[in-house]
């Protein structure tokens, strides 16, 4: 599978960005979906997960209440919609996908990843 994230910006405190992650390739819905992300200097983690009907989500403590993965397999798309952006969501964002249909936050675990989109959050 292919992946190509967008919608990343630069916006203001308290702004919001959709970001979107376009599959192709292989049928998408057999895919759990989730976003990465790595701001300078540290490493990549993980932002959220969804499963492959959508009926299930994760989300890293940090952007619980803020941020909400969906996807349309209609469409082959997963989107992050991130609301009340902070500074500390800098970051290139990176869509990523696996074939097993259990969620996980381990980076090693997704075996396809796209090519990131950047998010700057201004103060």
């Known amino acids: 599978v292919q992946l190509q994230a967008s919608g990343g910006g630069l916006v203001q405190t308290g702004g919001s960005l959709r970001l979107s992650c376009a599959a192709s390739?292989?049928?998408?819905?057999?895919?759990?979906m989730g976003w990465f992300r790595q701001a300078p200097g540290k490493e990549r983690e993980f932002v959220a997960a969804i499963s492959r009907s959508g009926g299930s989500t994760d989300y890293a403590d940090s952007v619980k209440g803020r941020f909400t993965i969906s996807r349309d397999n209609a469409k082959n798309t997963v989107y992050l919609q991130m609301n009340s952006l902070k500074p500390e969501d800098t970051a290139v964002y990176y869509c990523?996908?696996?074939?097993?249909?259990?969620?996980?936050?381990?980076?090693?675990?997704?075996?396809?990843w796209g090519q990131g989109t950047q998010v700057t959050v201004s103060s």
């Open positions: 390739g292989r049928t998408f819905s057999i895919y759990v």
């Open positions: 990523a996908a696996r074939s097993f249909d259990t969620i996980t936050t381990m980076t090693r675990n997704y075996p396809y």
